[in-house]
């Protein structure tokens, strides 16, 4: 962390923060952005440089991966859903979703939530907390962190909680928990919608059932902000123009749809698809969606990470896209053909 903040401070890109840096090169509002935006003013700027120096005002919190879905570009170590189907691809050595420790799947990070709570204690002002996973409304570790700090009064000290949720699994208990803090700020994680939805989440849920949960959660009343986070990769490019107009038309024109392009693993990235498909998918855009430009620019070689010649990263890439989307599909009697056909071209 010393190095990292040492880096940051010099200017020099800090090594674990590459998502962010590709985001703010493809002109897209990184979460690094977001967070020195919403913490710099709080900071004392002249004791940066000290190795001692905290003032904590923002806590990110992933306490398990404990998860419900088995999103295609998620894996093991962030969805417990994860484990039986990555074992069947073992053998890819190269796919995002291999991991060694299958067989012990689970991550809780229990042990860590007195030291977390004992610094909320100790900060001097108000803090926002983000609480992600795994699924956060699903995970024992987040119930067991919202309900000690109700009865530490903890939750009045918040100026904000920020949960980044698939809005699936939630009750009437955690929701009366919630329901006691000052303000919600809710990114809803949904990529595409209909089949496609429930062909990218690898959920046992219909795209209704989840529209029915959504509705319930993005009920509370003290939701001050509700958002879409969208990440968009190439299954669910051609779809982007349909769930644009659903969510304006579920949750209103003023609800901001937050978009990410997929960082890894690179085989889904959006821009594996050729040219001409993304042109023909972005077309049903508006003309003033900032998508456009970005989805169309050309792929370079440093934004797949390799010294390669940029065609035959394209080439090795694509053939690892067919090579994966045929395995998940085989595996989960899917087919991603019968509900974007115009990827064909990426499967023959």
């Given at each position: 962390m010393r190095k990292m903040?040492?880096?940051?401070?010099?200017?020099?890109?800090?090594?674990?923060?590459?998502?962010c840096y590709d985001h703010e090169?493809?002109?897209?509002?990184?979460?690094?952005?977001?967070?020195?935006?919403?913490?710099?003013?709080?900071?004392?700027?002249?004791s940066l440089y000290a190795d001692e120096y905290e003032n904590r005002t923002w806590y990110d919190l992933s306490l398990g991966n404990k998860c419900n879905q088995k999103c295609r570009i998620c894996g093991p170590y962030n969805s417990t859903a994860w484990a039986k189907d990555a074992k069947a691809l073992a053998d890819?050595?190269?796919?995002?979703?291999n991991w060694r420790e299958l067989d012990d799947v689970l991550i809780e990070s229990h042990s860590a939530i007195p030291g977390i709570l004992t610094s909320m204690q100790r900060a001097s002002g108000k803090?926002?907390?983000?609480?992600?996973g795994g699924e956060p409304l699903y995970m024992d570790s987040s119930r067991e962190l919202i309900a000690k700090m109700l009865e530490l009064g903890l939750h009045e000290k918040t100026e904000e909680l920020r949960i980044i949720t698939n809005g699936t699994q939630h009750d009437p208990r955690l929701l009366d928990m919630l329901r006691q803090f000052p303000a919600i700020d809710m990114a809803l994680s949904i990529d595409a919608t209909g089949k496609l939805h429930e062909y990218t989440r690898g959920t046992n849920m219909t795209w209704d059932d989840c529209r029915r949960s959504w509705s319930t959660?993005?009920?509370l009343p003290n939701i001050k902000r509700l958002r879409i986070s969208n990440t968009i990769y190439a299954y669910t490019i051609f779809d982007l123009g349909n769930l644009r107009n659903w969510v304006r038309s579920e949750f209103g024109f003023e609800t901001e749809?937050?978009?990410?392009?997929?960082?890894?693993?690179r085989y889904l990235h959006a821009k594996v698809v050729p040219y001409h498909l993304r042109a023909e998918a972005v077309s049903n855009l508006d003309s003033t969606d900032e998508m456009k430009d970005i989805l169309l620019a050309e792929p370079t070689a440093t934004e797949f990470g390799n010294s390669l010649a940029l065609d035959e990263i394209i080439d090795d890439l694509r053939y690892q896209f067919k090579t994966f989307t045929l395995r998940m599909d085989q595996q989960r009697s899917e087919s991603l053909l019968t509900i974007v056909p115009r990827l064909a071209e990426l499967l023959s």
């Open positions: 903040k040492q880096d940051m401070l010099a200017g020099r890109p800090a090594a674990g923060c590459e998502k090169a493809a002109g897209v509002y990184s979460l690094r952005n977001l967070y020195n935006d919403l913490t710099t003013d709080r900071l004392d700027h002249a890819l050595k190269w796919t995002h979703v803090f926002r907390i983000e609480l992600k959660v993005t009920a749809m937050a978009d990410a392009l997929l960082h890894k693993p």
